[in-house]
């Protein structure tokens, strides 16, 4: 079965450094979503991203966050300059048109 | 208004028993409401999915009820196993249904006691 790959799975980094996340989603998958969630708590939505822009996005996801879809199979999730809060299980998530999204392993991001 | 209220926040159950997760929301547009089933270092998981046309949706040992006009919803796992203790995670999808973002619940650590 299909399903949606992250790498890396876990990713340590300096505060103040800039990380980028990376995503394969599902193939046909039109619709692409960052999630995050920290420990212990539930998860939270960041962006969305249809024909190549960005259909919606949370209050978290300020200037800092960027995401692009670079070469029609991966897609990225950049933080510019990471902060401690930004510590967090990053989810890519993809859907069709099913409404069905599905979500990848994550990428533990630990900022020092 | 966009917040979905999940309870209880963990639950214990015996093998066999039933184990049942609510879930509220306010927001009337949301029109698409699906589960997630997390285990300890893993991505969500779709479990099952309801739309508010229908007030229940039952796939093998998992059914969800709908009571749109309480704008509540819940997961029912009958003959609960030890494989099936792991975070439940209840959500919400506004407006475009088909494409919109999920907004999560609080999430349900559940253990099934051998």
């Known amino acids: 079965e299909p399903e949606v790959t992250q790498t890396p799975s876990h990713q340590v980094t300096q505060m103040g450094q800039e990380v980028i996340l990376r995503c394969v989603p599902i193939?046909?998958?039109?619709?692409f979503y960052w999630y995050r969630q920290i420990l212990g708590q539930k998860v939270e939505f960041l962006v969305s991203f249809y024909n190549n822009e960005i259909s919606e996005k949370s209050e978290i996801f300020d200037d800092q966050f960027s995401v692009e879809r670079p070469d029609g199979s991966n897609f990225t999730l950049k933080i510019r300059s990471t902060k401690l809060e930004d510590s967090a299980m990053y989810f890519c998530?993809?859907?069709?048109?099913?409404?069905?999204?599905?979500f990848g392993p994550g990428t533990r991001l630990t900022v020092l | 208004q966009q917040q979905v209220k999940q309870s209880p926040q963990s639950l214990i159950v015996q093998k066999g028993g039933i184990s049942i997760i609510n879930c509220a929301y306010e927001n009337t547009a949301f029109d698409y409401f699906p589960w997630y089933q997390q285990f300890p270092g893993k991505g969500p998981a779709l479990l099952i999915a309801i739309r508010p046309d229908v007030s229940e949706k039952k796939e093998g040992r998992f059914t969800i009820s709908f009571n749109k006009s309480a704008k509540q919803f819940s997961l029912h796992i009958m003959d609960s196993q030890p494989g099936d203790s792991a975070t439940y995670f209840c959500a919400a999808s506004d407006g475009s249904g088909n494409t919109g973002k999920l907004i999560f619940g609080q999430g349900t650590t559940l253990q099934v006691k051998p």
């Open positions: 193939s046909n998958h039109l619709y």
């Open positions: 998530a993809s859907t069709a048109t099913s409404g069905k999204q599905y």
